[in-house]
């Protein structure tokens, strides 16, 4: 087990799709600010979720399951203390994986109170599923991100199988769009001009920006260049890609725009961005001891 201590402005970048360890003394609060789901298993111990809403126990075994628009604060007990392990899905980063309509679903169902905190008991399937996850003999494999990537899908039940086998009636321009940002790979999105987009529509390049705003709350252009960003800070982060190439990589045809629009977004260059997050590592907010689980 290893330590790893806080930033001195108690941010994190926990690492997306592994297993950490955290565990609470005896009174000791954690708020989590994780972009992305987050997936709590309490291990041992007992303590609480509060919000401003409702307070929630914490038994063992259980499952709490929070958006990133979710304010919480976990408490472990006075008399026990809380040992947790989670994980954390930024679902923008799963480009290759899933479509825009199903990253829709994952940023409606943060809004949506009965799913952006879920409390789920020792014996719910997930419960059981996320507990079989800590006897995975090697936790840094493919299969095992898969694992947890299914676990995260099948946590939804109900709601994530209607989203998915749900059919767009194409009576006109708008149901033809809503089809295509539900069966298109975010990342079939990195280099697709609006051009192509349009002929794919068979309608007016201005009806067609009408129609985009109204469907996904934004401009064809400003979707993609949250996907082409989500993806390079991706890249940043898990190669050793040259800038330009990474550039490349995320659909940007120019490394000025690239690098203007990067600095737009997060407020530093894509170098400096990714000297940051190699120098903080792998780091939790809050609580003073988290255990790397294994």
Same mark, same amino acid.
């Given at each position: 087990?290893?330590?790893?201590?806080?930033?001195?402005?108690?941010?994190?970048?926990?690492?997306?799709?592994?297993?950490?360890?955290?565990?609470?003394?005896?009174?000791?609060?954690?708020?989590?600010?994780?972009?992305?789901?987050?997936?709590? +298993?309490?291990?041992?111990?007992?303590?609480?979720? #509060?919000?401003?809403?409702?307070? $929630? *126990? @914490?038994?063992? &075994? !259980?499952?709490?399951?929070?958006?990133?628009?979710?304010?919480?604060?976990?408490?472990?007990?006075?008399?026990?203390?809380?040992?947790?392990?989670?994980?954390?899905?930024?679902?923008?980063?799963?480009?290759?994986?899933?479509?825009?309509?199903?990253?829709?679903?994952?940023?409606?169902?943060?809004?949506?109170?009965?799913?952006?905190?879920?409390?789920?008991?020792?014996?719910?399937?997930?419960?059981?599923?996320?507990?079989?996850? +800590?006897?995975?003999?090697?936790?840094?494999?493919? #299969?095992?991100?898969?694992?947890? $990537? *299914? @676990?995260?899908? &099948? !946590?939804?039940?109900?709601?994530?199988?209607?989203?998915?086998?749900?059919?767009?009636?194409?009576?006109?321009?708008?149901?033809?769009?809503?089809?295509?940002?539900?069966?298109?790979?975010?990342?079939?999105?990195?280099?697709?001009?609006?051009?192509?987009?349009?002929?794919?529509?068979?309608?007016?390049?201005?009806?067609?920006?009408?129609?985009?705003?109204?469907?996904?709350?934004?401009?064809?252009?400003?979707?993609?260049?949250?996907?082409?960003?989500?993806?390079?800070?991706?890249? #940043?982060?898990?190669?050793?890609?040259?800038?330009?190439?990474?550039?490349?990589?995320?659909?940007?045809?120019?490394?000025?725009?690239?690098?203007?629009?990067?600095?737009?977004?997060?407020?530093?260059?894509?170098?400096?961005?990714?000297?940051?997050?190699?120098?903080?590592?792998?780091?939790?907010?809050?609580?003073?001891?988290?255990?790397?689980?294994?």
């Amino acid at each position: 087990m290893a330590f790893v201590s806080d930033d001195k402005n108690g941010h994190t970048m926990a690492p997306h799709l592994v297993i950490q360890g955290l565990a609470l003394a005896p009174g000791e609060e954690w708020n989590p600010q994780l972009p992305g789901w987050l997936f709590i +298993h309490v291990r041992l111990g007992m303590g609480y979720c #509060l919000d401003k809403q409702e307070n $929630l *126990e @914490l038994p063992t &075994g !259980a499952v709490l399951i929070l958006s990133q628009n979710h304010d919480t604060t976990i408490r472990a007990s006075q008399l026990t203390g809380l040992t947790l392990s989670f994980f954390r899905v930024v679902p923008e980063l799963l480009t290759g994986l899933i479509t825009l309509g199903e990253q829709s679903f994952f940023e409606n169902a943060g809004r949506r109170r009965e799913l952006a905190r879920q409390l789920l008991g020792r014996e719910h399937p997930t419960s059981v599923k996320f507990q079989g996850l +800590h006897d995975y003999r090697n936790q840094q494999d493919l #299969l095992f991100r898969v694992k947890l $990537l *299914e @676990l995260f899908a &099948g !946590a939804f039940g109900d709601e994530f199988e209607k989203h998915a086998v749900a059919e767009a009636s194409p009576v006109d321009a708008k149901e033809r769009l809503r089809q295509i940002l539900e069966q298109t790979l975010a990342s079939e999105w990195l280099n697709l001009s609006f051009a192509e987009l349009v002929e794919k529509m068979n309608c007016t390049p201005r009806h067609l920006s009408r129609i985009f705003r109204e469907i996904a709350g934004m401009s064809f252009r400003e979707r993609q260049a949250k996907i082409r960003l989500a993806r390079a800070s991706e890249l #940043l982060v898990t190669t050793e890609s040259k800038v330009v190439n990474v550039a490349l990589d995320s659909g940007f045809q120019s490394l000025s725009l690239f690098n203007l629009m990067f600095r737009r977004r997060f407020g530093l260059s894509p170098s400096r961005w990714r000297r940051e997050r190699h120098n903080h590592g792998r780091r939790i907010s809050s609580p003073r001891k988290l255990l790397l689980v294994n």
